[in-house]
């Protein structure tokens, strides 16, 4: 009986020996049958040809016939590894647009479609689960408009080297548009908090949270438009969950909430994505972080104790927004859905939520009325009491670009 792999496909194929072509699959393909099309077509003589599929996963004979239409092969044709240098093949190098821990970011435009990709290279990576890998994967799962594009991820396992292909957003981050403005108008603060806390509260019914929300991890689309997307989910987790060796304790400093770092968290909690939104919401509105200090150890006790600052240039409602974010016990604070009802946003956040819960499988989300987006039910395969606890000392991002923001000058 037939499948619909029995019928001719037609993929695009790279290589770093010859110019890329297009080929016609159907369910008897054979690895002789490529290399005979490939000498016939450009009078080279392949010694032992090596097939790979879009994410620079090997392939035998037999995977051929689950290759779709329309999908990436990359070949090698003298037995050798594929490595990174075969996204030039497809793509040119513009310029660099960033560099940080977790690599370099690139601007390359795709050499026969003409549009533009970030590149995202990343090198010594010691195993598919590393946090790069694990980035991708979780973008994979979030198509929203307000979270950014991923699309297409190669691992090069022997080279311990790793390739996310994005959307290219070019109008600049949020912590640009302040440094640049020093301050934006309310009416302005309302349209990007109300994305960002759309896009978080769609990341916590698939039950990913963020957890380093900043004013740089958060792109204009382009200039001129006000439609921001969330980026870098480097730190993302599951909630409800830690990882094996993993501490509660990340994040950029001038963004952590009180119980990270008290240490009271012992799981993975949307609480410090609402924690992060008032710090944004905060900086938006007054140009400058609401909790500082002269030295770490300052800004971490103000941070304990809430200790922030209003402006009577602000409304009461914004106030009283982030009046209801920044509480220190974080079963006391506002949720995610509780900030896209509020007055000042105007929104719609419970009836968005709702929406949210139809179609969604997560068996984290109990009932809205609570204060929390999530909570572990007690019937939760998840067992708070048998998590493994780890709490070294606070542990701060080499790139955490403390200065934010001298803005607050």
Same mark, same amino acid.
């Given at each position: 009986?037939?499948?619909?792999?029995?019928?001719?496909?037609?993929?695009?194929?790279?290589?770093?020996?010859?110019?890329? %072509?297009?080929?016609?699959?159907?369910?008897?393909?054979?690895?002789?049958?490529?290399?005979?099309?490939?000498?016939?077509? +450009?009078?080279?003589?392949?010694?032992?040809?090596?097939?790979?599929?879009?994410?620079?996963?090997?392939?035998?004979?037999?995977?051929?016939? %689950?290759?779709?239409?329309?999908?990436?092969?990359?070949?090698?044709?003298?037995?050798?590894?594929?490595?990174?240098?075969?996204?030039?093949?497809?793509?040119?190098?513009?310029?660099?647009?960033?560099?940080?821990?977790?690599?370099?970011?690139?601007?390359?435009?795709?050499? %026969?479609?003409?549009?533009?990709?970030?590149?995202?290279?990343?090198?010594?990576?010691?195993?598919?689960?590393?946090?790069?890998?694990?980035?991708?994967?979780?973008?994979?799962?979030?198509?929203?408009?307000?979270?950014?594009?991923?699309?297409?991820?190669?691992?090069?396992?022997?080279?311990?080297?790793?390739?996310?292909?994005?959307?290219?957003?070019?109008?600049?981050?949020?912590?640009?548009?302040?440094?640049?403005?020093?301050?934006?108008?309310?009416?302005?603060?309302?349209?990007?908090?109300?994305?960002?806390?759309?896009?978080?509260?769609?990341?916590?019914?698939?039950?990913?949270?963020?957890?380093?929300?900043?004013?740089?991890?958060?792109?204009?689309?382009?200039?001129?438009?006000?439609?921001?997307?969330?980026?870098?989910?480097?730190?993302?987790?599951?909630?409800?969950?830690?990882?094996?060796?993993?501490?509660?304790?990340?994040?950029?400093?001038?963004?952590?909430?009180?119980?990270?770092?008290?240490?009271?968290?012992?799981?993975?909690?949307?609480?410090?994505?609402? +924690?992060?939104?008032?710090?944004?919401?905060?900086?938006?509105?007054?140009?400058?972080?609401?909790?500082?200090?002269?030295?770490?150890?300052?800004?971490?006790?103000?941070?304990?104790?809430?200790?922030?600052?209003?402006?009577?240039?602000?409304?009461?409602?914004?106030?009283?927004?982030?009046?209801?974010?920044?509480?220190?016990?974080?079963?006391?604070?506002?949720?995610?859905?509780?900030?896209?009802?509020?007055? +000042?946003?105007?929104?719609?956040?419970?009836?968005?939520?709702?929406?949210?819960?139809?179609?969604?499988?997560?068996?984290?989300?109990?009932?809205?009325?609570?204060?929390?987006?999530?909570?572990?039910?007690?019937?939760?395969?998840?067992?708070?009491?048998?998590?493994?606890?780890?709490?070294?000392?606070?542990?701060?991002?080499?790139?955490?670009?403390?200065?934010?923001?001298?803005?607050?000058?």
């Amino acid at each position: 009986m037939k499948t619909q792999f029995d019928k001719s496909r037609i993929v695009n194929v790279y290589s770093p020996n010859i110019p890329p %072509f297009k080929l016609t699959l159907t369910f008897k393909t054979t690895f002789n049958d490529i290399r005979n099309q490939i000498i016939q077509g +450009w009078s080279v003589i392949p010694k032992r040809i090596r097939i790979f599929n879009q994410n620079a996963h090997e392939l035998i004979e037999q995977d051929l016939q %689950f290759v779709l239409d329309g999908n990436k092969l990359y070949i090698t044709l003298f037995g050798q590894d594929l490595d990174a240098s075969i996204i030039f093949q497809e793509y040119e190098i513009v310029s660099e647009i960033g560099k940080g821990g977790q690599g370099t970011v690139l601007l390359a435009r795709h050499k %026969f479609i003409g549009s533009y990709v970030a590149v995202k290279i990343t090198r010594d990576i010691e195993d598919e689960d590393s946090i790069i890998k694990r980035e991708s994967k979780i973008l994979k799962e979030l198509l929203h408009r307000n979270i950014v594009k991923v699309f297409q991820t190669l691992f090069f396992s022997k080279a311990k080297e790793c390739i996310i292909i994005m959307e290219y957003l070019d109008g600049g981050s949020l912590l640009q548009l302040i440094r640049n403005k020093g301050t934006i108008t309310e009416q302005e603060a309302k349209i990007y908090i109300k994305q960002i806390a759309e896009a978080l509260l769609f990341c916590h019914s698939k039950t990913f949270v963020h957890r380093d929300l900043k004013l740089e991890n958060i792109m204009l689309v382009s200039q001129g438009n006000t439609q921001v997307k969330l980026i870098d989910f480097g730190l993302a987790g599951v909630a409800g969950t830690q990882r094996e060796n993993e501490t509660m304790n990340v994040g950029t400093l001038p963004y952590m909430p009180p119980e990270v770092l008290n240490g009271k968290l012992k799981f993975v909690s949307p609480c410090v994505d609402v +924690w992060g939104v008032g710090v944004i919401m905060y900086s938006l509105l007054y140009g400058k972080l609401p909790f500082k200090g002269r030295t770490n150890e300052e800004k971490v006790n103000n941070i304990l104790q809430c200790n922030f600052q209003h402006d009577l240039s602000v409304s009461d409602d914004a106030k009283d927004l982030i009046n209801r974010i920044f509480v220190p016990k974080h079963n006391q604070r506002i949720s995610m859905q509780e900030i896209l009802a509020h007055r +000042w946003i105007g929104g719609n956040g419970l009836l968005q939520f709702r929406r949210l819960l139809k179609k969604s499988d997560n068996p984290f989300i109990n009932n809205v009325k609570k204060k929390n987006d999530f909570e572990i039910r007690k019937k939760s395969v998840y067992d708070e009491q048998k998590v493994r606890i780890s709490l070294p000392l606070i542990r701060y991002r080499a790139n955490s670009q403390e200065t934010i923001i001298d803005i607050s000058k």
